[in-house]
């Protein structure tokens, strides 16, 4: 050795000792973690927290899941801060980017009175805001799939369509599907600028049927912000980003979003935003404790008390695994014609399913 210099020898393969404590939440009960947080689409750890105890009860009453005793008792009590934890890596690797697309429309403009995001204060729900999602596939040429997608502003409830272009003919028709579908009268409506809405037919049903008809301004994305969140968390998350063209895959799409509309509004907890401060050049902002759509209805002075009891009744009939299995089954339907596509081959082996699944 030489003088002046020290070298300090250790076994890597020993770690730092933990003073002899054993994990609280050891690798089986982190296993039931994942699993659980796979079939909850990934959400946040204070979502999870919040639906925990009721995805639980369901997991246990359809025999889904092999769980023991203790392990259950220690995910019932797990915090969402130690949640975030235990899956920070799997989190890491689930991490995308998007893209969005809309083009304005001038049509009824000076008819339909602009609506902002500020001007929501809509305390109960029916009050909708609209918007479409294009299955472009980064080709904008040519007819592809369309998604309707329709939120609720007090709920958070929302309800997906897919249509085969943009043609406000597919587009009216699907709102008046959706409508008869809501567990709430549709009172309101807030669209975008875009021609698909804003047409003649659209705007005289909205006058007969006595609902309000609203529009953001043009290139404000924020003036739609619940829909907007929507168009990401639910229908980007579920099919992607690739081109949708053909009649089968429009079929597909709406089977899918018949599951989707069920596991959603059912089991996917949201939360709201109740207050945002401005301190100087940053922004906090409080939101409410996370509730699923079904529960704010359920909550909700007013709604009817036989619509509850209807959704109820349909809420004790889901099977959450059941749900995740038959979309997963959906977007593998999906995937396959993708792959066929990119070979230059016709979609083959397709069944035709029902778009409409009633439970």
Known sequence: MKAGKVILKGDIGKGVKRNGRKKYYDEKVVEKLKEIWRIMDFICGKR????????LDNMRENDEIDISEEEERKLRKISASTIDRLLKRERKKLEIKGRKGTKPGTLLKHKIPIRTFADWN????GFMEIDLVS????????????????????SGWTETRAVKNKAHKWVFEAIREVRKDLPFDLLGIDSDS????INHALYNYCVEEKITFTRGRSYRKNDNCYVEQKNYSVVRRAVGYFRYDTDEEVDILNALYGYLRLYTNH???VMKLVEKVRIGSKVRKKYDNPKTPYQR???????PEERKKQLI???????LFELKRSITKCQNMLLQIQKQKRKGLKP???VKISSRFLF
Request: proline fraction near 5%; aromatic fraction near 12%.
């Open 48 to 55: 999870l927290k919040a639906s925990m105890n009721e995805v």
């Open 313 to 319: 009744e349909q809420h004790k009939r889901l099977n």
């Open 135 to 154: 299955h472009d596939g980064g080709n904008e040429y040519g007819d592809f799939a369309q998604t309707l997608d329709m939120t609720d502003i007090y």
């Open 348 to 350: 083959t082996n397709y």
């Open 297 to 303: 209805l359920i909550d909700c002075p007013f709604l």
């Open 122 to 125: 809509d305390n109960k729900p």
């Open 194 to 197: 875009g021609g698909e809405f």
């Open 267 to 269: 089991f996917q907890p």
